[in-house]
């Protein structure tokens, strides 16, 4: 069992940054791909991010080259570092572990976090 904690979100201005951090306990996460999701009211939960075990990454475009996904296997935490915030990534954040995570077919992931909530203003 991999138990997941979603930190970092909070009250930002548009423009501003934040980092979320995922930490992970029970089991490394070296072994597991970690992804990054978002659910905003009255909408499905969407892609955000992907972090693969090697380290590359793969962004939805509503976020690529704004967000940036990163792990540190030694703390067993990945981040969400977003930047250029915009009232639109106003959200609950997500992280999720599996052996493979795909941007298109997500509703089976293995292990999820609790969410954090990320409101930017405008």
């Known amino acids: 069992q991999v138990q997941l904690v979603e930190s970092g979100g909070g009250l930002v201005q548009a423009g501003d940054s934040l980092r979320l951090s995922c930490a992970a306990s029970?089991?490394?996460?070296?072994?597991?791909?970690m992804g990054w999701f978002r659910q905003a009211p009255g909408k499905e939960r969407e892609f955000v991010a992907v972090?693969?075990?090697?380290?590359?990454?793969l962004y939805s475009g509503s976020v690529k080259g704004r967000f940036t996904a990163s792990r540190d296997n030694a703390k067993n935490t990945v981040y969400l570092q977003m930047n250029s915030l915009k009232p639109e990534d106003t959200a609950v954040y997500y992280c999720?572990?599996?052996?493979?995570?795909?941007?298109?077919?997500?509703?089976?992931?293995?292990?999820w976090g609790q969410g954090t909530q990320v409101t930017v203003s405008s």
């Open positions: 999720a572990a599996d052996f493979t995570i795909s941007y298109s077919d997500y509703s089976s992931l293995r292990y």
């Open positions: 029970g089991r490394t996460i070296s072994s597991y791909a």
């Open positions: 972090i693969s075990t090697r380290g590359s990454t």
